[in-house]
């Protein structure tokens, strides 16, 4: 288990607590940070992948997707890339809106691929994911999925830019012994203030999370929250 607090404030935003294993000390699970380590990045990318869409003018409110059987060449000869989705089923057409909350794969490679892995891999990299050091090509349309993995920590700085109106600011990580403030990342915009107002928006469905994951799920919360699913190994 791993888990990152980051607090946001009139200064930056704050590290508050970093939990990165059940027991450090333990002799079975101990000693690894996982909140640092490069992990599948499974479905955690999706809102960024919908939000690069919306800022380039690819997609709308009222763009639809196919949730359909899918085949795409992956450049090497005799390759290609079929994605399912973790229910082993297509749900036909669908919202961006209905894409997103659901977690739905197909329709996150679709998107991909109407962004250009190429454009989605910049982008990425713009939001701190700098262990992305291999080509769009040999990461190809499964980028979307998560392909190229990303620490915790990542993800978090990334999800703090959409709570963010859209500005990834540095990351205050503490102070050394000598009283010097300790920063990640630099400042920069990732969203425009609607795109990252729309995600915050979308994340925040409780009656659409309920389609995907039941009436009773551990993202029902007693006041809102914009939460995004994943699995990750």
Known sequence: AA??????????????????????FADNAGELNHAVRVRSAGSTLKPFVYGLGFDRGIFGATTIFSDRELTLGTGREGETYRPHNNDMRFWGELTLRESLVASRNVPAIIAADKIGIPA????????????????????????ALGSGGATLLQLARGYSAIAGGGELRPLSLGQTEGGQPIRMGDSRRLFSRPTAERLTDMLSDRALRRRAFGRRNFLDFPFPVAAKTCTSK
């Open 3 to 24: 888990v990152i607090v980051i607090e946001k404030t009139a200064g930056g935003d704050e590290l508050r607590s970093m939990v990165g294993s059940a027991d450090f």
């Open 120 to 143: 989605l891999l910049g982008f990425l990299h713009d939001a701190g994911l700098t262990h992305l050091t291999e080509t769009a090509e040999h990461y190809g349309p499964g980028l």
